[in-house]
């Protein structure tokens, strides 16, 4: 059963900083993409970032480049989302998933939310202005 449990989100003032991390237990951390959506109230669940099994290939939203960072550490079992310069629009709750099939790259893959199986409960985010 894998299980996806996600941390470190909380009030920020805008221009501010968050890192959220998502440690993940039940299969082979390593095979899998991870990736983190977020859902504000009225809207869609959306692709934020995404990292590759290999951490070869990135995907991030338009609204978020030059200011999220994804990583993840395999000896851990843990993907991370450093969120700097906080803005307002980007509160919302933030989920983690984890990828559905083995050793996926594609980056058109990576942002697209039929391609995980398994997601974490949430944490929310709050910036304020």
């Known amino acids: 059963q894998v299980q996806l449990v996600e941390s470190g989100g909380g009030l920020v003032q805008a221009g501010g900083s968050l890192r959220l991390a998502c440690a993940a237990s039940?299969?082979?951390?390593?095979?899998?993409?991870m990736g983190w959506f977020r859902q504000a109230p009225g809207n869609e669940r959306a692709a934020v970032a995404a990292?590759?099994?290999?951490?070869?290939?990135?995907y991030y939203a338009d609204s978020v480049k030059g200011r999220f960072t994804i990583s993840r550490d395999n000896a851990k079992n843990t993907v991370y989302l450093q969120m700097n310069s906080l803005k307002p629009e980007d509160t919302a709750v933030y989920y983690c998933?984890?990828?559905?099939?083995?050793?996926?790259?594609?980056?058109?893959?990576?942002?697209?939310?039929?391609?995980?199986?398994?997601w974490g409960q949430g944490t929310q985010v709050t910036v304020s202005s």
């Open positions: 039940g299969r082979r951390f390593s095979r899998y993409a």
């Open positions: 998933a984890a990828g559905r099939a083995q050793f996926v790259s594609d980056y058109n893959r990576l942002g697209n939310p039929n391609e995980y199986a398994y």
């Open positions: 990292i590759s099994w290999s951490a070869i290939t990135i």
